[in-house]
Nanobody, 118 residues
Framework: QVQLVESGGGLVQAGGSLRLSCVAS????????MGWYRQAPGKPRELVAS???????NYANSVKGRFTISRDNAKSTAYLQMNSLKPEDTAVYYC????????????WGQGTQVTVSS
């Protein structure tokens, strides 16, 4: 059973930075594309960044230039560096393995709350 554990969220002022971490159990990490998602209150969950096993990255337009996704395969960990945070970035952030469309490979973890104050 694969488990995904997110951490690193918190309360930050607009313009600030946070670094999120996602640790994946099991031996799947090095062979999977990883994605960071977020869900704001009353809104659907959205994919904000992804990184392939070879390091190719993709970002949602809303975070491009401000967020950076990275991974450490040896530690089975994915990171999301978030800079120049805006109040609209406030959401619960999750990691998972995107498999196409809105589908993901594994059960959602508990997520980590990011709150950006204006």
């Amino acid at each position: 059973q694969v488990q995904l554990v997110e951490s690193g969220g918190g309360l930050v002022q607009a313009g600030g930075s946070l670094r999120l971490s996602c640790v994946a159990s099991g031996s799947i990490f090095s062979i999977k594309t990883m994605g960071w998602y977020r869900q704001a209150p009353g809104k659907p969950r959205e994919l904000v960044a992804s990184i392939t096993t070879s390091g190719t990255t993709n970002y949602a337009n809303s975070v491009k230039g401000r967020f950076t996704i990275s991974r450490d395969n040896a530690k089975s960990t994915a990171y999301l560096q978030m800079n120049s945070l805006k109040p609209e970035d406030t959401a619960v952030y999750y990691c998972n393995v995107p498999v196409g469309g809105r589908l993901v490979a594994y059960s959602w973890g508990q997520g980590t709350q990011v709150t950006v104050s204006s």
